[in-house]
T-cell receptor, first 115, second 120 residues
Framework: AQSVAQPEDQVNVAEGNPLTVKCTYS??????LFWYVQYPNRGLQFLLK??????LVKGSYGFEAEFNKSQTSFHLKKPSALVSDSALYFC?????????????FGKGTRLSVIA | EPEVTQTPSHQVTQMGQEVILRCVPI?????FYWYRQILGQKVEFLVS????????KSEIFDDQFSVERPDGSNFTLKIRSTKLEDSAMYFC????FGGGRNPAASNEQFFGPGTRLTVL
């Protein structure tokens, strides 16, 4: 069975500082990995994905994530946080060999960037 | 840029009533999904749909739920007799075909803005 763990409910960071939102996953095969962001009263917006290739993936709004197979992690990072990055972030996984199986989401991490 | 749309944005209903949540997926997508998010909790999968039939469903998706793609564009979720615990944000998602020579193509699911269902 697939699962995703986001160990932090809340991450606080000062504006301009680097941020990391952690995610670890478990799948039976190779993973497709995704990060989505949810702003208040809004839907889920796709940020970035890892399918294959380079372990460092760059996405929208200056975010990037690093796929680490040995640690089964896909942490989301940004070199310099903005107040507007404050939102709820979800990591999600899907097994590449599983046909049309759905995404499995983590419980989300609330990022708060303080000016 | 194409996007998934959902209507209504907010639905208020009485317990026991039927509701239909509507979604218009991205036009060339082939896979369709419904997820829900109870307030303050994580996003949970309900059902996936491909080739005019359900391909997978979760334990949440019991006999009170049904999905339909009646006209090739809309994708609906019906709850026959709503319960208080059905109150949640319901998200529709669609995905193109990713595979073959370009597995990276269209693997992400595109989500609609959600319908907030409130059952009183």
């Amino acid at each position: 069975a697939q699962s995703v763990a986001q160990p932090e409910d809340q991450v606080n960071v000062a504006e301009g500082n680097p941020l990391t939102v952690k995610c670890t996953y478990s799948v039976s095969g190779n993973p497709y990995l995704f990060w989505y962001v949810q702003y208040p009263n809004r839907g889920l917006q796709f940020l970035l994905k890892y399918i294959t290739g380079d372990n460092l993936v760059k996405g929208s709004y200056g975010f990037e994530a690093e796929f680490n197979k040995s640690q089964t992690s896909f942490h989301l990072k940004k070199p310099s946080a903005l107040v507007s990055d404050s939102a709820l972030y979800f990591c999600a996984v899907r097994d590449i060999h599983s046909g049309n199986t759905p995404l499995v989401f983590g419980k989300g991490t609330r990022l708060s960037v303080i000016a | 840029e194409p996007e998934v749309t959902q209507t209504p944005s907010h639905q208020v209903t009485q317990m026991g009533q039927e509701v239909i949540l509507r979604c218009v997926p991205i036009s060339n997508h082939l896979y369709f999904y419904w997820y829900r998010q109870i307030l303050g909790q994580k996003v949970e999968f309900l059902v996936s749909f491909y080739n005019n039939e359900i391909s997978e469903k979760s334990e949440i998706f019991d006999d009170q739920f049904s999905v339909e793609r009646p006209d090739g564009s809309n994708f609906t979720l019906k709850i026959r007799s709503t319960k208080l615990e059905d109150s949640a944000m319901y998200f529709c998602a669609s995905r193109g075909f990713g595979g073959g020579r370009n597995p990276a193509a269209s693997n992400e699911q595109f989500f609609g803005p959600g319908t907030r269902l409130t059952v009183l």
